[in-house]
């Protein structure tokens, strides 16, 4: 059964494409399986969003179709958040040094948008976190050799 989320993203898509719900009715159901929402699989989901980004359609902020990882015991969900709080705290280390102090969140974001493209820490993926905790840490190496930023 699908969300809510997912359900509001074809729909989006049909608006974009200029679909109407006649011809969304038999998209789904040649491409997706089901001829209603409510009733679609989450592989024919997949395979519709699919066919609506070959079409032209690109969601924002980008949806994964590939389907969660199966290889972590923690949602993808859970695992984004440790990664940001991880993020958040050695990039605090960084205030007075790198940065000025009370400028945490817009610094960072100028931080990522020159390293990785990304406008907003929310857009990061699991593998751009990692490797934007990874370049802190190396200017933390840099700048403080080791030891923690004095607060003010």
């Known amino acids: 059964m699908l969300t809510n989320k997912q359900i509001a993203l074809v729909h989006v898509a049909c608006k974009e494409l200029g679909i109407s719900e ?12 089901a001829r209603s929402l409510k009733k679609m699989s989450e592989a024919g989901w997949r395979a519709l969003v699919r066919h609506f980004e070959e079409r032209g359609f690109r969601a924002y902020p980008p949806v994964s ?4 990882l199966r290889d972590s015991p ?30 945490e969140r817009a610094a960072l974001r100028g931080f990522l ?5 990304v406008d ?5 993926t699991a593998e751009q976190a990692i490797k934007a905790i990874e370049a802190v840490k190396a200017i933390k190496a840099r ?10």
């Open 22 to 33: 006649d011809d969304r009715h038999l998209i789904q159901e040649e491409i997706g399986g």
């Open 74 to 103: 923690e949602s993808a969900g859970d695992s984004k958040s440790r990664l940001m709080r991880k993020l958040y705290a050695e990039w605090r280390d960084l205030a007075g040094v790198y940065y000025e102090p009370g400028k």
């Open 113 to 117: 948008r020159k390293r990785l493209g």
């Open 65 to 68: 179709v590939a389907g969660p």
């Open 120 to 124: 907003h820490e929310r857009f990061l």
């Open 143 to 152: 700048k403080l050799g080791g030891r923690k930023a004095r607060k003010p």
